[in-house]
C-alpha cells in the first residue's frame, strides 16, 4: 500500500529541490548600502618633480666684483698684524699721491679708516677701505659714521688680493714687501698714470718714482722714528736684471 502522506511530503521536497537548481547561477547578490559612509580618496600618486620657475626678465642687483660670502672669510687670519698710520705719515701718502677732486682711492687694509677718511674730507674724493679682520672693518664703519663722509667713504670686508683694482686711481698700502709682491698683478691692472703709495715697506721687482723719509711716533715704543713713504705710477717701472 502505498502511504500518500509519505507520498505528499516527498512531493513537496522535490518540487523544491527543483525550484532551487533553476535559480540563474550569475546572478550577484543585491549590494546592501552602507550607511552614511564617506567617500575614499585615492591614494596619492607620487608627487612629479618640482617644476622649474620661468626665467625672469629683471635681475637682482649685481655684487660687488670678486666679492666673497662673508662665511669664507669668517676664520681668516690677516696676513700682517694691525698697525695704525701716524697721521702725519698719512698726510705724506696723500700728498705724495696728488689727489685731484676726480681720484678714486682703494686703501688695501685699511685699519680703522684713517686714510680712507682723510682722503674724503681733504679732498671730497669717493674711497674705499677693504679689511680682511671683521673687527677693524666694524672700527672703519664707525669712524666712517662718526665722521660725516659716509656719502663718499665705503668700507668692504674682502681679502684685498681678490679685489678689482681697476676703478681705482689711488692706491695706498701699509703691508710687509712679500705681500706688496703679491698685489702686483692686480696692480698691474691699473689705468695709466694711477698712483701706488706704500708706508715703511718697498716692492721688489719694481722701481719707485720716489721715496720719502718722514719722522714720526713709533706704535711700539713712545718716541720717533723714520717712516719711508714709497710712490709707484702705472704702468709700473720693473726693475732691470
Not at 31 to 49: E, H, L
Not at 164 to 186: C, F, G, H, M, W
Amino acid at each position: 500500500m502505498i502511504d500518500l502522506a509519505r507520498s505528499s511530503s516527498l512531493l513537496a521536497v522535490a518540487c523544491f529541490a527543483l525550484t532551487v537548481s533553476c535559480s540563474p547561477a550569475n546572478e550577484p547578490p543585491p549590494a546592501t548600502p552602507k550607511p552614511n559612509a564617506m567617500p575614499v580618496d585615492p591614494p596619492a600618486a607620487s608627487a612629479p618633480a618640482a617644476a622649474k620657475a620661468p626665467p625672469t626678465t629683471t635681475s637682482a642687483a649685481p655684487a660687488a666684483t670678486d666679492a666673497k660670502p662673508a662665511d669664507d672669510l669668517a676664520d681668516r687670519v690677516p696676513d700682517i698684524e694691525y698697525v695704525p698710520t701716524p697721521q702725519n705719515v698719512v698726510d705724506k701718502l696723500l700728498e705724495v699721491a696728488k689727489i685731484g677732486k676726480d681720484d678714486v682711492l682703494y686703501d688695501l687694509g685699511c685699519g680703522d679708516g684713517r686714510i680712507v677718511i682723510n682722503a674724503a674730507k681733504k679732498f671730497g674724493i669717493h674711497a674705499v677701505g677693504f679689511d680682511i679682520d671683521p673687527k677693524r672693518v666694524a672700527e672703519s664703519r664707525a669712524n666712517v659714521k662718526s665722521n660725516g663722509v659716509e656719502h663718499l667713504v665705503t668700507i668692504e670686508h674682502k681679502d684685498i688680493f681678490d679685489v678689482d683694482l681697476s676703478k681705482a686711481t689711488v692706491v695706498t698700502l701699509y703691508l710687509l714687501p712679500e705681500l706688496n709682491v703679491r698685489l702686483i698683478p692686480q696692480l698691474e691692472k691699473l689705468k695709466p698714470g694711477s698712483r701706488i703709495v706704500s708706508h715703511d715697506f718697498d716692492m721688489e721687482g719694481v722701481d719707485p718714482e720716489k721715496t720719502w723719509t718722514v719722522i714720526a711716533r713709533d706704535h711700539r715704543e713712545p718716541k720717533n722714528r723714520e717712516h719711508y713713504v714709497y710712490l709707484w705710477k702705472t704702468p709700473l717701472k720693473k726693475t732691470k736684471k
